[in-house]
């Protein structure tokens, strides 16, 4: 199995308040994404399931966070993709 990659799910560390948002990497087994948003309300995890989302090429729906919801590191499921076509999907640039 992939690093980052946890079951079903793939483990993404997200760093709020950046430049843009970007895959930056990967830290502890953990696949490192930079948000514009701030994790207020909701919205550092909205915009991580629609950069997901694009990436992937599936709607915004079908990303679930099943893990660490007020948390920067987080479990991520994208219903009908496994884990290592998601991680392979967000490292390309």
């Known amino acids: 199995m992939l690093p980052g990659a946890v079951g079903k799910g793939l483990e993404i560390l997200v760093r709020p308040g950046g430049s843009r948002d970007e895959v930056v990497g990967e830290h502890d ?54 884990p290592p076509a998601v991680r392979e999907a967000l490292e390309r640039d």
């Not at 399931?49 to 099943?66: C, D, F, M, N």
């Open 29 to 82: 087994g953990a696949l490192v994404v930079r948000l514009t948003a701030p994790p207020v309300d909701g919205r550092a995890n909205r915009a991580l399931r629609k950069l997901i989302a694009k990436r992937v090429g599936v709607p915004a729906s079908q990303v679930t966070i099943s893990r660490g919801e007020h948390s920067r590191r987080k479990l991520v499921v994208v219903e009908g993709v496994e």
